[in-house]
């Protein structure tokens, strides 16, 4: 039986990941070991995450997770995206984003393969009270990871374009070294284009130009800032799920925050909590295909309800809760 870790997060977290788990019990047997950790449990017992929590996940098959937050004021730690991103060496954060009529601003359909592990997340930074130095590491080794794993999807999902996305006319070393791994790699890729953008000129682009990429591959800090422009284009951080990928174990969590403003009340859009799920059975599914086919069951479900207006909770404009999200993709699964 697939043993699937849970951490249920902070703020909405727990509303929507429970939803989630109620349509993944209704299609694949699984058992699911809830992990406790984040802000609140912090703050409960002084702990980020309980003390087997990092050994849990490693007796699981994939892990769950809503978002954490991190204390920035005061006591803290680092964050548990973080630790879990290079606990288990997740080197790839991919996210699609697909346009939905009436609600999207532009047409869309791109998947950001964000490199998770390094750049400007490396954590070295030091000060000495007049100057502040954040270390930005690029990585032959992750630059090639990241850029095959990017041709690697555009290959299963025959998507024609990959795009590396960079800053080398100032970052001339460090993104420089990113932009030529990328290009070897590329080699190895004959029948799918590769091209490059600058960073900026790229935000400005998927903002303003339909379908202005396939597949973007990114430098870790770009693909964090690019994929909440992408999420603003397509309507919703909502609408957006992820998976965190390694060689061996996969992470998959919604791309949005805790949204304390919201916890409690029952609004919280779960899509991307969903989507994420539907993501979580397509990585289990490459070894087992009706695992494959349940992923691909649940994305069209919340395709399907997007488009007719099904449901949709007020970050849509509609006056829908999170269960009647969820029971509303029951009745189309
Ligand atoms: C994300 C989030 C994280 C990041 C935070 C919570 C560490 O913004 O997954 O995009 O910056 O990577
Ligand atoms: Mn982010």
């Not at 699984?30 to 849990?56: D, H, N, R, S, W």
């Not at 430098?219 to 990928?245: F, K, M, R, T």
Request: proline fraction near 3%.
């Amino acid at each position: 039986m697939i043993k699937i870790a849970v951490i249920e997060g902070d703020g909405v977290g727990p509303e929507i990941i429970r939803g989630v788990i109620s349509i993944l019990e209704s299609l694949i047997e699984a058992e699911f070991v809830f992990i406790k950790a984040g802000k609140k449990y912090f703050y409960e017992t002084g702990l980020p995450m309980e003390e087997k929590g990092i050994q849990k996940i490693k007796e699981s098959d994939v892990l769950l997770k809503g978002p954490i937050a991190t204390p920035v004021r005061g006591r803290t730690y680092l964050s548990i995206n973080l630790r879990i991103r290079r606990e288990f060496n997740l080197y790839a954060n991919v996210r699609p984003f697909r346009s939905y009529s009436g609600i999207s601003i532009r047409k869309l359909s791109t998947v950001i393969v964000r490199e998770n592990t390094e750049g400007l997340y490396s954590g070295i930074e030091e000060a000495d009270g007049e100057k502040a130095i954040a270390s930005r590491i690029i990585t032959k080794r992750k630059s090639e990871k990241i850029s095959e794993y990017a041709f690697g999807l555009a290959e299963e999902e025959k998507r024609e374009r990959v795009t590396a996305i960079h800053k080398r006319n100032i970052l001339k070393v460090s993104d420089g070294l990113f932009l030529e791994t990328f290009y070897e790699v590329a080699k190895k890729h004959p029948s799918i284009a590769a091209d490059d953008a600058i960073v900026d000129a790229a935000s400005y682009k998927l903002v303003k130009v339909d379908n202005a990429f396939d597949i973007m591959v990114t430098p870790n800090l770009y693909g964090d800032i690019l994929s909440d422009v992408a999420a603003g284009v397509i309507g919703s951080l909502g609408l957006c799920g992820s998976a965190q990928v390694g060689d061996s174990f996969a992470a998959f969590e919604p791309i949005h925050g805790t949204a304390e403003d919201i916890a409690g009340r029952g609004i919280a859009n779960p899509l991307g909590a969903v989507i994420a799920s539907s993501l979580m059975l397509t990585w289990l599914g490459t070894k087992n295909s009706d695992l494959r086919e349940k992923g691909m069951l649940v994305r069209r479900a919340v395709d399907d309800l997007i488009e007719r207006r099904i449901a949709l909770t007020p970050d849509l404009g509609g006056s829908s809760t999170t269960d009647d999200v969820i029971n509303a993709l029951f009745r189309l699964i």
